[in-house]
């Protein structure tokens, strides 16, 4: 067999042909294959470092499928590819080595469980039900958590929790594992996908894979978050099949996370799709209006920040966008407010941001900076947007242009039509209300229309780039 770092000399060769000499060089050349570990004659798992988290972060996301078949190629053996952060070059280790004494010694500490072991593993303390923000798009989530934490294992198992980023899916889980602690019902795993899959791998190089399995199915309770980042990882799927299927059968209460349903992950088992959807699926969408004001009153007594009301409802309706974006914006407002020793008040909020405040709305926005704001932020010329070309991109721009036309400055649908080319009001009608439905549910479009919104009514507008 090759060494890691033959294979490694190979596969970059093949890489270097198939992408950019950019892409190559910044994602590519600085990586290389820290080990390699023998499953049977057949399957083998590969350990792929990167110098940083940013680093494999970007490459799994980007090139992961495309870096694992050509491993798989040249190796012709089914490959799971594992990634890690690593700056220093290591030996391959595979399956007929023998790790030294000390190394095996700190790998059974990763698996086998002390005499005084905690009932609880990786769940956060500040994530309780208690402070957590209940409102419309997160209710019934919140609902099924509650009545699990109420009775582990027979209702709703397993609970698979789905939504988009920063919407609370962690939060609410980490609430339910806390909740089951105090119940008492034997050691809490709370990990995250990523977390399995290397103790996983780990396991593979120490030879203590019946530790591994003893450390997660012999548990009171597993939570796993993010179990997308199972896609394409053979040896986690299948173990972590095994797994599920274990700990179901003892009524062992199984909590999940993921940014999408199970039948939208890609590259994931069927087998796996079937179980995840078996018990009861719920979504977490964006928070609405009263949901970001709860949000950020409870944010601002966390903080012990004073803040008017006008101030909240000012925020709220300008800070459309998740539940962790609106608690970051909110701190960065706090902090401003405490370094200049002022009030968190509606001045502060546009002179920080750039939004317009209930004084500032007041000010005469011409239809036409509308509609040159959003082509530039586009990249557009105004001749494009009141055009009839129907790429996407551009449908899009024209789209918020109408909606801001419409609800910013007022102006009577058939008023919006002419001015955007002697478009027909029931064309019209139908930008803005798709708008409406995407401003509730997409927060990239909600992104889009803030900075539009921000260019238009800030005294010192932002540079405007379209990087969605």
Same mark, same amino acid.
């Given at each position: ?68 078949? +050509?491993? @798989?190629? *040249?190796?012709? #053996? ?5 990634? &890690? !952060? ?5 030996? %391959? ?25 905690? +009932?609880? @593993?990786? *769940?956060?303390? #500040? ?5 957590? &923000? !209940? ?5 019934? %989530? ?327």
């Amino acid at each position: 067999m090759e060494t890691p770092e033959q294979l490694w000399s190979r596969t970059c060769g093949e890489l270097s042909v198939q992408m950019t000499p950019s892409t190559f060089g910044t994602w590519i050349r600085p990586m290389f294959i820290r080990s390699v570990t023998a499953i049977n004659d057949e399957r083998i798992i590969v350990e792929l470092a990167s110098p940083s988290l940013f680093h494999s972060g970007t490459v799994e996301q980007k090139y992961y499928s495309q870096i694992k078949a +050509v491993l @798989e190629k *040249i190796s012709c #053996k089914k490959i799971d590819l594992a990634m &890690v !952060v690593s700056a220093k070059r290591q030996s %391959a280790i595979t399956d007929e080595a023998v790790l030294p004494r000390a190394d095996k010694s700190r790998s059974e500490s990763l698996f086998t469980p002390p005499e005084t072991e905690k +009932v609880e @593993e990786g *769940i956060n303390p #500040k994530f309780t039900f208690d402070s957590y &923000v !209940v409102g419309g798009p997160n209710r019934l %989530a919140f609902a099924a958590a509650k009545a699990i934490a109420e009775n582990p294992g027979r209702r709703h198992n397993p609970l698979f929790i789905y939504g988009g980023v920063g919407v609370g899916k962690t939060h609410l889980m980490h609430a339910v594992g806390h909740e089951l602690v105090k119940k008492g019902v034997g050691k809490v795993i709370c990990i995250s996908s990523e977390k399995f899959t290397n103790d996983l791998v780990a396991s593979f190089r120490s030879k203590m894979t019946d530790a591994f399995k003893k450390k997660y199915r012999q548990v009171g309770a597993l939570l796993i978050d993010d179990v997308q980042f199972f896609s394409g990882k053979d040896a986690s799927q299948e173990e972590f099949f095994h797994t599920f299927n274990e700990l179901q059968m003892k009524e062992v209460q199984i909590v999940m996370t993921a940014d999408k349903k199970p039948q939208e992950i890609v590259l994931l088992e069927d087998r796996l799709k079937s179980r995840f959807s078996g018990g009861m699926m719920v979504d977490i969408g964006l928070p609405d209006y009263e949901m970001r004001v709860a949000i950020l009153r409870q944010k601002a007594m966390e903080m012990g920040t004073e803040v008017d009301d006008s101030s909240f409802d000012l925020m709220a309706n300008n800070f459309a966008t998740n539940a962790r974006e609106l608690e970051g914006t909110f701190s960065l407002l706090a902090h401003r407010a405490n370094i200049y020793n002022k009030q968190l008040n509606s001045e502060l909020i546009q002179e920080t941001m750039g939004l317009p405040a209930d004084t500032v709305r007041a000010v005469k926005v011409r239809p036409i900076k509308v509609i040159s704001t959003v082509a530039k932020y586009f990249d557009y010329k105004n001749k494009d947007l009141l055009g009839t070309c129907r790429k996407a991109d551009l449908v899009e721009a024209r789209h918020i242009a109408m909606y801001l036309l419409r609800f910013d400055l007022g102006i009577q649908l058939e008023k919006v039509g002419e001015l955007m080319g002697g478009k027909d009001h029931t064309t019209v009608m139908h930008a803005v209300e798709k708008m409406e439905a995407e401003m509730k549910d997409n927060t990239d479009t909600r992104r889009k229309v803030l900075a539009v919104k921000q260019a238009i009514y800030s005294k010192t507008p932002p540079v405007l780039t379209n990087s969605q």
